[in-house]
């Protein structure tokens, strides 16, 4: 079974970049779709954005489409979320999973964490 660790978060003004990573052990990322997810303070966890296992399938939420982007680097067995022109609406502790969805014609759908076994996610705060 494949273990996730999440880093790159920390503060950042508005406007700013942070790129995150998910290190895969344990198994290969190849085998897996990958999503990130961001729980805020006294909210639900949401789906930000999922790329598929082989195809390069990907969705995001409506909330970052053009200023996030998604990726997954098999061979060094990490997925990454570059986030760009960051808000504070932003500001949340991002995790990443392994997901299951339906990837066709360069989108990813229906894309939903496989388990419940979240890691300890980083922490992404904006904030001038």
């Known amino acids: 079974q494949v273990q996730l660790v999440e880093s790159g978060g920390g503060p950042v003004q508005p406007g700013g970049s942070l790129r995150l990573s998910c290190a895969a052990s344990?198994?290969?990322?190849?085998?897996?779709?990958v999503g990130w997810f961001r729980q805020a303070p006294g909210k639900a966890r949401e789906v930000v954005s999922c790329i598929s296992r082989t195809d390069g399938g990907r969705s995001y939420a409506d909330s970052v489409k053009g200023r996030f982007t998604i990726s997954k680097d098999n061979a060094k067995n990490t997925a990454t979320l570059q986030m760009n022109n960051l808000k504070p609406e932003d500001t949340a502790i991002y995790y990443c999973?392994?997901?299951?969805?339906?990837?066709?014609?360069?989108?990813?759908?229906?894309?939903?964490?496989?388990?419940?076994?979240w890691g300890q996610g980083t922490q992404v705060t904006v904030s001038s």
């Open positions: 999973a392994t997901v299951r969805g339906t990837s066709r014609g360069g989108n990813f759908y229906l894309c939903e964490a496989r388990g419940n076994d």
């Open positions: 344990g198994d290969t990322l190849e085998d897996y779709a």
